[in-house]
C-alpha cells in the first residue's frame, strides 16, 4: 500500500466543457451509468412474486399459480418492450462518437 498523498493545489480539477453540463456522467466517461432495463424489470418480478406468496399465505386471497405466472410475464415482457423503446428513444438523442 502507498500513503502517497498529493498536495491539494496540485490536484487537477474537472472542468466542464461548455457542450457538456456539469452534472452529466455517463458510462463513456467513466461515471456511473444508469440502470438498465433488465435489472430494474427482474427487480420488480421478484418483488411481486414475494407480495403475491405473503398475501397467499396470509390467506387474504386464494391465488391460482398458474395464472400468477402468466400475469407476470405479461407484465415483465411489456415493461421491457416499453423500457427498451424508451432507451432507444433516449439514445437517439445523443450525438454519435463515430466510434464501434
Do not use: F
Not at 80 to 91: I, M
Amino acid at each position: 500500500m502507498s500513503s502517497y498523498e498529493p498536495a491539494p493545489d496540485t490536484v487537477p480539477q474537472a472542468k466542464a466543457s461548455p457542450a457538456e453540463p456539469a452534472h452529466s456522467s455517463g458510462a463513456r466517461h467513466g461515471g456511473p451509468s444508469p440502470a438498465r432495463v433488465g435489472t430494474v424489470v427482474w427487480g420488480l418480478i421478484v418483488l411481486a412474486l414475494a407480495v403475491l406468496i405473503i398475501i397467499g399465505q396470509l390467506g387474504i386471497v386464494a391465488l391460482n399459480g398458474t395464472y400468477v405466472l402468466i400475469g407476470l410475464m405479461i407484465g415483465a415482457g411489456a415493461a421491457l418492450v416499453v423500457g427498451g423503446l424508451l432507451s432507444a428513444r433516449g439514445r437517439d438523442k445523443q450525438p454519435t462518437t463515430g466510434k464501434s
